[in-house]
């Protein structure tokens, strides 16, 4: 058997470039399709009602004509919900003023414990801008589905328990539409401008 010329390998080589360039676009293009079906609703397309720190019921339409930033925590959280709380009033402060025409929100994923007043408490540690919202475990469980997050009660072995949850911060613009979210503990460098782009 002759040895195969540089021409055939070289046919090979680009042949099997070719097959990865193809199977990497397709791979990507499912995976993309596979994304945008787990984006957040647009706020128009949520349906709950809450309760805020005040007593006043909020529903996602309240919210339309300005932009809106939404995390999800609960007030005995001992970590991640302060850490995150703290980085929102440190951004909504660099912003200044402008930031006052922002939705500002917290939801409760422990309705049991967070109760208006407890939630009213705890935000009064960070921005004024930041509103609490806590309800019904149904209600609470409708927004988390539109937001496409996720939470869970997870027991502890001294018989209390702790809640996971989706940690990241979701940007909407005025019209309600998805802009971006922000990743826990994100820097600060690229936060900002997230926040920027949805209040434009």
């Known amino acids: 058997m002759k040895p195969p010329t540089l021409m055939r390998v070289g046919v090979v080589a680009v042949a099997a470039v070719l097959f990865m360039l193809v199977l990497g676009w397709w791979q990507t293009r499912d995976g993309d399709r596979q994304a945008a079906g787990i984006l957040p609703l647009p706020i128009n397309q949520m349906s709950f009602a809450l309760t805020d720190q005040s007593g006043d019921t909020v529903q996602p339409k309240d919210w339309l004509g300005r932009p809106t930033m939404v995390f999800f925590g609960f007030t005995w959280c001992p970590d991640i919900c302060p850490t995150t709380l703290s980085d929102i009033s440190i951004w909504l402060e660099e912003i200044g003023p402008e930031a ?33 919202l806590t309800g019904p475990l149904p209600q609470i469980e409708q927004a988390v589905d539109g937001f496409r997050a996720s939470f869970r009660k997870v027991p502890q072995d001294d018989g209390d328990y702790t809640m996971d949850h989706t940690a990241g911060v979701f940007l909407f613009d005025a019209d309600g539409r998805f802009v971006s979210i922000i990743d826990y503990h994100e820097d600060y460098r690229y936060a900002v401008p997230k926040i920027r782009r949805a209040l434009e």
Request: glycine share 10%.
């Open 100 to 132: 006052d025409r922002m939705n500002t929100v917290l939801i409760s994923v422990d309705p049991g414990r967070d109760t208006p007043e407890i939630l009213g408490d705890y935000l009064s540690n960070f921005d004024p801008r930041i509103i609490g």
